[in-house]
């Protein structure tokens, strides 16, 4: 009897295979934000405007209607005793967790920071504050604040400047396993806003929410495509679609551990997982590990939605073929299950968000402990951006300082230039020099 998975199985020579691929792509871009044509879109637009023109008024009316919770400004803002009542109460073996992935992190951004460098030409400035956006799911997530804090705090972006919001979806507030690390952080300016609402007064300013420079994190639809419309007035990390992997493997991989990393993906709702492999054998045994594993997760319904919507397991060829196709997708997530060979083949890979290499590498590493942000460009995005790291939080300024003689030197060539694009003003800027010199 056919199961409803089947269909996420199909082979390099089939008709239609390249389309399906095609598809899968668009599916999860789509997914990202509104189109400018739907109406949820010009909704954003109008949540943006009232939010800049009403302030506080707007977020309490938006919050309302959203997230059904009515709350006047003066209790936006997360009290600092709320925060530290969070921070005593949480189970403290998780503490301790929370803590050494902190360590972690902050080690890998301290070791690729580039800030502190000294280069001629050039100096480095904070950019700040920050805003920081925390999807308020029905799970609580607390790593979106490290991966996202903890670079900004290397890069030497105080606490007090960093700003989280954050729906009020845990009993009309914010879950205080985040609102714990929040203040582990020393984070203190925490506030109970989500959606674009949030995202409008983080890049405009409210009474209660004060402006930001720059606006990271992950979100929904409503999220993203609020900072889509306020890049501009303020810089955002990137437009983040559905959370997705893609796992290369060959027949040394263990398909029930492929399985279990795809249903990882997929469970995020929507989530995207795609097996591409040599393997026709593998892509058999992943799917019937799909099958089995899907029946014992809590979340199995929207889990086997994914897959069937957003995921596929792709049967290649060769492995060169799968490592065409990788690059060209460009996943967020890219794990290499290829026994001895995974090395090599990461090797060949260009377009990847992350490299995850060998069969002890789940995501799950990548997303809580090993260092690297997990705020990873998505929907093929990798092919022109990176990760999040402690540089996004600086901008460079160049430093161009000329004396007398290295103009004088230079002046017939700059003059040249500048009338070769007809702009004489440029020219006499110059030559004004000259004249003055030659006096």
Known sequence: MPHELDKILISEGQAGFPYRLGELRGSTMYEATFGPHENDFKHVSKIILEVGEHRDKALRKFTKDHDGVDIRP??????????EKAHGEIDKELLESLRQAIKNVRKYQTEIFIGSKNCPGIKYKLIKPIGI?????????????????????????????????????YKGTIH??????CHELGIDEVYRIGGAQ????????????PNVKKIVGPGNKWVQTAKQQVFGFVGIDSIAGPSEVLIIANNKAN?????????????????????????????????????????????????????KEYSKIAVFVSMDHVIEFANEFA?????????????????????AGAIFIGDYSPVAVGDYWAGPSHTLPTGGGAK???ALTSNDFIKSISIIEYDKEKLAQSAEDIIRLAEAEGLDAHAKSVKIRQQDQAR
Request: proline share 7%; with cysteine; net charge negative.
């Open 255 to 307: 398909p029930a551990w492929v399985a279990a990393d795809m249903l990882s993906q997929a469970e995020h709702d929507p989530g995207c997982a795609v097996l591409a492999t040599d393997s026709q054998t593998l892509a058999e045994k992943v799917l019937d590990e799909l099958k089995k594993q899907t029946n014992h997760l809590d979340r199995a319904e929207v889990t086997i939605k994914c897959l």
């Open 198 to 209: 949030a995202v409008a007064a983080l890049a405009l300013g409210t009474e209660t929410i």
């Open 133 to 169: 956006c925390v999807p308020g799911a029905s799970a609580p997530l607390p790593s979106t604040v490290i991966m996202t804090a903890v670079p900004a705090i290397v890069a030497g972006v105080k606490p007090e400047e960093i700003i989280v919001v954050s729906p009020p979806r």
């Open 74 to 83: 003066g209790e936006f803002q997360i009290s600092k005793d709320e925060l």
């Open 384 to 386: 022109f951006s990176s």
């Open 331 to 351: 996943a967020e997530h890219l794990q290499i299950q290829c026994g001895d060979e995974s090395r090599t083949i990461a090797d060949k890979i260009e377009n």
């Open 176 to 181: 205080p396993v985040i609102l714990a690390v």
